[in-house]
């Protein structure tokens, strides 16, 4: 707790798992593995094992009680259930349907970085500026619509209040047992969150429901929640409107910090390593003109290697993703390990890796590159490479689900 209280838990559990191997206790009843053979037995797809209490302290009350939230969620069929109802608004094609969405948002970034290059600026707060767009990227994607916070700044108090349940989750998920006492107590929250962000969220999510009514096909362009709200409308049992809004605000706690926690580590190393940042410029000058799209940057091999660097030496999520052992305990790096003990693979560690990334603390993208690293290598690098998590919690599973759903709505 002193140690994530501290800040640099993640540096604590690398120099831990550095000293004493692939599994170190960290608290009285966690222990921290570092075997990417092992990510699949706790985090995998069919795993019997499941989220911690960690995640309680992300619980969220209305006037029927706890939301149920997939992030959150340990009944497996209802995790399931939601995330299949939601599933198609995350696929891939869908996803690219919204590139116009945020183009809105990343002309206005590119007007502002434009504008400070006039003036001269001699520093601009990237940090903030990343925190900014990437809030109002997934509102815009989300809703329709953004509250352009890269102008006006933390205007509905969204990030206070994401940087306050973020750093209560780190900090007390530690002794979980404590949340009932504290922000567990729906009376106590309020007082202490307020609640102007979060009434912001809410009639947005009313107004795009509303919007959504009248739909009755998925032609022409439509919002993440629209979309959803068209799922309710085929299908009246498949979604709830708690549900609806529990998607929409996932994505919004969910997707906008770890992006922008993504794009600083992007923009930072490859400023602090000018031979990258020349053959990133190289690549992207001969190949791209504004506005840019996903199909055509996804092609760019260099541009992915820098991506994918930035995200295995600085992953967005810092500490391990805690789960239960199921009954009957399980075997964890050739030792019994007791049921109800909580185990888990922390992406800073396992990334640090030196068996499976060489000189693992270099940011050194070429790594991932075909024409430097063997299939061999690349296959072992993947499979330890967990930024997004890995298994049913995940977005991947998320496009799965979206994918298993079109095949069985076809054998319909
Ligand atoms: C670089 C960007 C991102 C990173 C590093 C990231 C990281 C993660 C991680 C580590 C998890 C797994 C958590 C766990 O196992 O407990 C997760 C889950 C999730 N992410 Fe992301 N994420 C990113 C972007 C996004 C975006 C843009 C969205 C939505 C628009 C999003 C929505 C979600 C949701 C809804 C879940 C929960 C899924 C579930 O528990 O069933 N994420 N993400």
Redesign the pocket.
């Known amino acids: 707790m002193t140690s994530v209280y501290g800040g640099c838990s993640q540096d604590d559990d690398i120099a831990l798992h550095e000293a004493y191997g692939k599994i170190v206790r960290i608290s009285p009843n966690t222990l921290s593995i570092s075997d990417p053979a092992e990510i699949n037995r706790i985090?995998g797809l069919g795993t019997k094992f499941i989220?911690s209490k960690f995640?309680s302290l992300a619980e969220d009350y209305d006037g029927e009680g706890v939301v149920p939230d997939?992030?959150?969620?340990t009944d497996r069929r209802l995790?399931s259930r939601m995330?299949r109802s939601a599933a198609n608004a995350?696929s891939l094609n869908i996803l690219i349907k919204l590139e116009p969405c945020i183009a809105s948002v990343t002309d206005r970034l590119v007007e502002k970085l434009k504008g400070y290059a006039k003036e001269e600026t001699t520093s601009v707060e990237v940090a903030s500026l990343m925190q900014a767009y990437a809030m109002d990227a997934?509102f815009a994607?989300?809703f329709g619509k953004d509250f352009n916070h890269m102008d006006g700044g933390d205007h509905l108090q969204l990030f206070r209040t994401a940087k306050l349940g973020s750093d209560y989750m780190a900090i007390f998920g530690q002794i979980a047992w404590i949340h009932p006492y504290l922000l567990g107590n729906p009376w106590i929250a309020k007082w202490f969150f307020g609640d102007q962000g979060i009434l912001k969220m809410m009639e947005l999510c009313y107004s795009e429901i509303v919007a959504g009514q009248d739909r009755t096909s998925d032609e022409g362009p439509m919002t993440?929640l629209q979309r959803l709200v068209l799922n309710q409308r085929q299908n009246l049992s498949s979604l709830t409107d708690r549900e609806l809004m529990t998607?929409a605000f996932?994505?919004i706690a969910?997707?906008?910090d770890?992006?922008a926690?993504?794009l600083r580590s992007v923009i930072y190393n490859t400023l602090r390593h000018p031979e990258v940042h020349e053959k990133l410029k190289a690549e992207l000058r001969s190949t791209l003109s504004y506005p840019v799209d996903f199909a055509t940057t996804n092609k760019l091999p260099y541009l992915s290697a820098v991506i994918k660097e930035s995200?295995r030496v600085h992953?967005?999520?810092g500490m391990l993703?805690a789960r239960v052992v199921p009954e009957g305990g399980a075997e964890i790096c050739g030792h019994y390990i007791a049921s109800g003990v909580e185990v888990g693979v922390n992406?800073w560690v396992v990334h640090r890796d030196a068996a499976v990334y060489a000189e693992p603390h270099r940011f050194y993208p070429d790594r991932w590159l075909t024409s430097v690293s063997s299939e061999e290598d690349l296959t072992l690098m993947n499979r330890s490479f967990?930024?997004?998590?890995?298994?049913?919690?995940?977005?991947e599973?998320?496009i799965f689900e979206a994918e298993a759903s079109v095949e069985d709505q076809k054998g319909m």
């Open positions: 985090h989220k995640y997939p992030f959150i969620l995790h995330k995350y997934v994607l989300t993440f998607h996932n994505n969910a997707g906008s770890t992006t926690t993504a995200i992953p967005s999520v993703l992406p967990i930024p997004f998590g890995h298994g049913a919690h995940t977005l599973a998320m």
